[in-house]
């Protein structure tokens, strides 16, 4: 399969998953592409996929399409967001620790408007992201990224009781300050909510019967 039917496909794929076409699935198909190859990743969802880890720093469109490229999902722990605000992501082969970071070059958008003055900014980009070589999209970093045990996937490591509120915590989150067990919340690092009231019953529905 020749390159340009490969990043179709793709990107279809990417489409379908996020809900719409955008420049962000264009972008992201072409992020994920660069990462694998990098890498020498050929089938990050066949035989390597348990070779790959990868760290986005956005959680905005383009994530979609490097979630759907790669095979990667939070939830099987081999995608990490660390939200940064940027459109770049670390590619990580954990046999090797190769790791590369790919990051979409600061004057994209104004590359795209030149190319194709005439179209709005949005299509304009959708166009221009296409047919842009990959050297004038993107730069790469050869990085080193530390994952510890507690980070990759595999049953968790480590399960605590947080001695403040009760609650459980997987795989190390747990802080320890003066001898005691303590989530992070508790232990006062930043959060992202405030109690309301104290914790209480769900609403009570019946889901058979
Ligand atoms: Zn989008
Ligand atoms: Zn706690």
């Known amino acids: 399969m020749d390159n340009n039917n490969k990043f179709d496909r793709l990107l279809a794929e990417a489409v379908l998953f996020h809900g719409h076409l955008c420049a962000g699935q264009i972008i992201g198909v072409r992020i994920a592409m660069l990462g694998l190859r990098e890498l020498g ?16 720093e956005i959680d905005r469109c383009a994530t979609d399409a490097i979630m759907t490229v790669t095979g ?8 990490k967001l660390i939200d940064h605000g940027k459109m770049a ?10 790791a590369v970071r790919i990051v979409s070059v600061a004057d994209a ?10 179209l709005d900014k949005s299509a304009a980009q959708m166009k221009a992201y296409r047919e842009m070589a990959d050297s004038d999209l993107f730069v790469v970093q050869d990085v080193t990224v530390s994952l510890k045990p507690e980070d990759l996937p595999g ?5 605590e009781i947080c001695v403040e509120c009760g609650e459980t915590v997987l795989d190390r989150r747990e802080i320890r300050l003066a001898g005691k067990v303590l989530c992070q919340r508790c232990a006062g690092q930043d959060h992202y909510f405030e109690p309301l009231a104290a914790l209480r019953p769900p609403l009570d529905v019946r889901l058979s019967g």
Request: aromatic share 6%; glycine share 6%; net charge positive.
């Open 41 to 56: 990743i050929t089938d990050p969802k066949g035989e390597d996929r348990k070779k790959l880890i990868v760290f986005v």
């Open 72 to 79: 990667c999902r939070v939830g099987r722990r081999n995608m």
């Open 89 to 98: 992501a670390t590619f990580v082969n954990i046999e090797t620790m190769q």
């Open 109 to 118: 958008r104004e590359k795209a408007a030149r190319m194709y003055p005439d």
């Open 155 to 159: 049953p968790p490591l480590g399960k």
